[in-house]
């Protein structure tokens, strides 16, 4: 059986495409809106990860033409989310995530009144036949030197992995042999896959059945996405 080569690409945040209004910053480390540039398109069916902050009592829009399931991850603070005529929260150490509506928007507004905050957005492209309701999970990071599973898998959706390591602590993630893997380094400095990623560096790999990595610092956080 011939063996497939693996693939692999750095995505490093010094090279992210940058947005930003006076409430609003985004670094994207996909082509997103306005930014585009060569090598920075989608990830099989990752669509966008965008590291954003939004200042006091500010707010958002969203509207896709398309049905996107959005996954949000709070680093520093809350957000509280207006989704179909509901108002929905979500703190750090929790992950919403819910399908878009095409055509329809939401809103997602920083409720503090002095303080920014920072999260992730993520995106995925769906199908029609996918769920249709909004998850809410909560995850704990000082359960230390593992990797968490922080979404509610269904059948046939990928796992989304979280984990924060001590200094020199290794990990190992097996994968899927149907999947591509998407790594994205939230605090901190890891090696993985023998290249070195700090923070809020990503790494696209291809053909890999386990995905080995050591953090290079202490309270390093790592997420890891599977991908079709």
């Not at 994968?175 to 998407?182: D, L, M, T």
Request: proline share 2%.
């Amino acid at each position: 059986m011939m063996l497939l080569q693996t693939e692999a690409r750095i995505y490093l945040q010094s090279q992210r495409g940058v947005f930003q209004t006076a409430d609003f910053h985004r670094f994207c480390t996909f082509n997103f809106d306005t930014y585009h540039a060569e090598s920075r398109e989608p990830f099989g069916n990752l669509l966008a990860l965008n590291d954003e902050m939004l200042s006091p009592e500010s707010s958002i829009e969203i509207k896709t033409a398309e049905i996107i399931r959005i996954v949000l991850i709070p680093l520093a603070g809350a957000l509280e989310i207006y989704l179909r005529e509901e108002v929905k929260y979500v703190n750090s150490g929790e992950m919403l995530e819910f399908l878009t509506e095409p055509g329809k928007s939401l809103t997602i507004t920083n409720p503090y009144a002095n303080e920014t905050v920072n999260y992730l957005q993520i995106r995925f492209k769906e199908t029609e036949n996918a769920w249709s309701y909004s998850k809410l999970t909560a995850f704990d990071i000082s359960d230390k030197n593992r990797l968490l599973k922080i979404n509610r898998k269904q059948e046939d959706e990928n796992r989304i992995l979280i984990g924060q390591y001590d200094g020199r602590e290794e990990g190992t993630f097996l994968c899927n042999s149907n999947k591509a893997i998407f790594v994205f380094i939230i605090e901190g400095a890891f090696e993985v896959q023998n290249r070195l990623l700090e923070k809020r560096d990503g790494l696209s790999l291809r053909n890999v059945s386990e995905v080995e990595f050591e953090a290079l610092s202490n309270q390093a956080i790592i997420l890891i996405m599977e991908v079709d």
